[in-house]
């Protein structure tokens, strides 16, 4: 047994014994969650009564490839925006490629990011990229001060050393670095961009705490709608509260179904008077195409060789559907044909996640359904992604008031600001399909006490 599977089982020991089956203590862990606004339309956040463990090596593992790739990634976007070719690769909309081309005052291409990360048998694999400045890293700040406090987790200290992986500060800083780059010299007045739906009364909880950290830290903060931002006399507004940056949680693909290229927000970019974070040139890497052009090894030839031993070793082959030759695993093939071919050991993704398109792995399909999947993905922008081995462990659920011990999905998210990962945190869902039960757990580093 090693030492993960050794702590997870002991605490699953800790919470089946006697003091702990009482699940007072888990209610009160539910109200605290309501009360610190981790929740999102009426559901909690995390539904999961354990916290994601990794230990010190893994972490400096991760750590370690995905600056790597964040750093290839980068070389990736550079060349994008000096080919016209190769952003047509991408299959960006029209308008994104406008707000591409912009300038967005700052040189970082992203201020924050995440990969979506399988750690299975001491191997890694990442499979997405995410650069709309992601969600979970506010969520699984507040998470993790909670979970440390619980009655099993003190219990469970008495054995192990447990460290948080915070990333509030480094997102603060690394929008501070934004800022004074984009020529910012006061403090900056942040409004956090957010949609809010019909049916939705107040605004998403991670939006909220976000805000209430940022005052704390002595910054006027605002969530705003952009149905609210006004663009006069060189100022972005929300009534009487000046924006000198844009906290976008917002992704363009979505910002452009509602609103077109005169909208306040992008005059006030164009002009140079608002700093946007994350920038609309991070769209560039955040098309799933963009892993297409990462795993082609005729672009990335000239790359620093740890690099491209990063890509070989940690990102699936991927491509672009359509009707062409590429190479797989150094062979040449009709890619139409192998991917007809190959159900079981590949999934169709579309472009963008931002539509109603979804996922189709080939392994969990007939062939009909898989050649329907393959002709819907001609008609519109989808990826081909080889299959990759999931992580999955068991996890106790609150439900319905019982705990319940159920297999799990696990996925990883290292958090990058600026380049650099700081800090990291966990999606758990039951797979592939609809399920009541998913949601982000707090990450600990795990590390036995002498």
């Given at each position: 047994?090693?030492?993960?599977?050794?702590?997870?089982?002991?605490?699953?020991?800790?919470?089946?014994?006697?003091?702990?089956?009482?699940?007072?203590?888990?209610?009160?862990?539910?109200?605290?969650?309501?009360?610190?606004?981790?929740?999102?339309?009426?559901?909690?956040?995390?539904?999961?009564?354990?916290?994601?463990?990794?230990?010190?090596?893994?972490?400096?593992t991760?750590?370690?490839?995905?600056?790597?790739?964040?750093?290839?990634?980068?070389?990736?976007?550079?060349?994008?925006?000096?080919?016209?070719s190769?952003?047509?690769?991408?299959?960006?909309?029209?308008?994104?490629?406008?707000?591409?081309?912009?300038?967005?005052g700052?040189?970082?291409?992203?201020?924050?990011?995440?990969?979506?990360?399988?750690?299975?048998?001491?191997?890694?694999?990442?499979?997405?990229?995410?650069?709309?400045?992601?969600?979970?890293?506010?969520?699984?700040?507040?998470?993790?001060?909670?979970?440390?406090?619980?009655?099993?987790?003190?219990?469970?200290?008495?054995?192990?050393?447990?460290?948080?992986?915070?990333?509030?500060?480094?997102?603060?800083?690394?929008?501070?670095?934004?800022?004074?780059?984009?020529?910012?010299?006061?403090?900056?007045?942040?409004?956090i961009?957010?949609?809010?739906?019909?049916?939705?009364?107040?605004?998403?909880?991670?939006?909220?705490?976000?805000?209430?950290?940022?005052?704390?830290?002595?910054?006027e903060?605002?969530?705003?709608?952009?149905?609210?931002?006004?663009?006069?006399?060189?100022v972005?507004?929300?009534?009487?509260?000046?924006?000198?940056?844009?906290?976008?949680?917002?992704?363009?693909?979505?910002?452009?179904?509602?609103?077109?290229?005169?909208?306040?927000?992008?005059?006030?970019?164009?002009?140079?008077?608002?700093?946007?974070?994350?920038?609309?040139?991070?769209?560039?890497?955040?098309?799933?195409?963009?892993?297409?052009?990462?795993?082609?090894?005729?672009?990335?030839?000239?790359?620093?060789?740890a690099?491209?031993?990063?890509?070989?070793?940690?990102?699936?082959?991927?491509?672009?559907?359509?009707?062409?030759?590429?190479?797989?695993?150094?062979?040449?093939?009709?890619?139409?044909?192998?991917?007809?071919?190959?159900?079981?050991?590949?999934?169709?993704?579309?472009?963008?996640?931002?539509?109603?398109?979804?996922?189709?792995?080939?392994?969990?399909?007939?062939?009909?359904?898989?050649?329907?999947?393959?002709?819907?993905?001609?008609?519109?922008?989808?990826?081909?992604?080889?299959?990759?081995?999931?992580?999955?462990?068991?996890?106790?659920?609150?439900?319905?008031?019982?705990?319940e011990v159920?297999?799990?999905?696990?996925?990883?998210?290292?958090?990058?600001?600026?380049?650099?990962?700081?800090?990291?945190?966990?999606?758990?869902?039951?797979?592939?399909?609809?399920?009541?039960?998913?949601?982000?757990t707090?990450?600990?580093?795990?590390?036995?006490?002498?």
């Amino acid at each position: 047994m090693s030492q993960l599977e050794e702590a997870i089982s002991r605490y699953q020991k800790i919470l089946e014994s006697e003091p702990y089956q009482d699940l007072a203590w888990a209610e009160k862990l539910v109200e605290q969650m309501q009360a610190a606004h981790l929740t999102e339309s009426g559901r909690l956040v995390c539904p999961f009564l354990r916290p994601h463990f990794l230990t010190r090596r893994q972490y400096e593992t991760l750590i370690k490839a995905a600056e790597c790739l964040f750093s290839a990634i980068d070389r990736i976007k550079q060349m994008v925006l000096a080919d016209r070719s190769l952003m047509d690769r991408l299959e960006l909309l029209p308008a994104e490629k406008m707000l591409a081309s912009l300038d967005p005052g700052y040189p970082y291409l992203t201020v924050s990011s995440l990969l979506d990360t399988h750690m299975t048998n001491g191997s890694l694999s990442f499979i997405q990229y995410d650069a709309d400045t992601p969600a979970g890293m506010i969520y699984g700040d507040v998470l993790a001060d909670l979970f440390y406090e619980i009655p099993p987790m003190k219990e469970f200290r008495k054995r192990y050393t447990l460290t948080k992986l915070a990333s509030r500060k480094h997102l603060l800083d690394a929008i501070l670095a934004a800022y004074r780059h984009f020529g910012g010299q006061r403090q900056p007045r942040i409004g956090i961009l957010e949609f809010r739906q019909p049916f939705q009364a107040t605004s998403q909880g991670e939006y909220i705490l976000l805000a209430e950290y940022l005052r704390q830290q002595g910054y006027e903060a605002e969530i705003v709608n952009p149905d609210q931002l006004e663009y006069r006399a060189g100022v972005l507004r929300r009534g009487t509260f000046e924006i000198d940056v844009i906290y976008r949680r917002v992704k363009a693909h979505e910002f452009l179904l509602r609103y077109d290229l005169s909208h306040p927000l992008v005059r006030a970019y164009r002009d140079g008077k608002v700093c946007v974070v994350n920038s609309f040139r991070s769209e560039l890497a955040h098309k799933r195409a963009l892993f297409d052009l990462l795993t082609d090894e005729k672009l990335t030839a000239d790359f620093p060789a740890a690099e491209r031993k990063a890509i070989r070793q940690y990102i699936p082959w991927t491509r672009l559907v359509g009707p062409r030759k590429t190479t797989y695993h150094d062979q040449e093939v009709d890619l139409l044909e192998f991917i007809r071919n190959n159900r079981e050991k590949l999934i169709l993704k579309p472009n963008d996640d931002a539509g109603d398109e979804h996922p189709v792995p080939g392994w969990e399909v007939d062939q009909a359904t898989w050649e329907k999947a393959l002709r819907r993905a001609l008609r519109t922008p989808y990826v081909v992604q080889e299959r990759v081995e999931v992580a999955r462990t068991s996890f106790p659920v609150l439900f319905y008031g019982q705990m319940e011990v159920r297999e799990m999905q696990v996925e990883v998210h290292p958090h990058a600001f600026l380049g650099k990962v700081q800090g990291c945190s966990c999606w758990v869902s039951a797979g592939s399909g609809f399920s009541m039960v998913e949601g982000l757990t707090p990450v600990f580093i795990l590390e036995p006490k002498e």
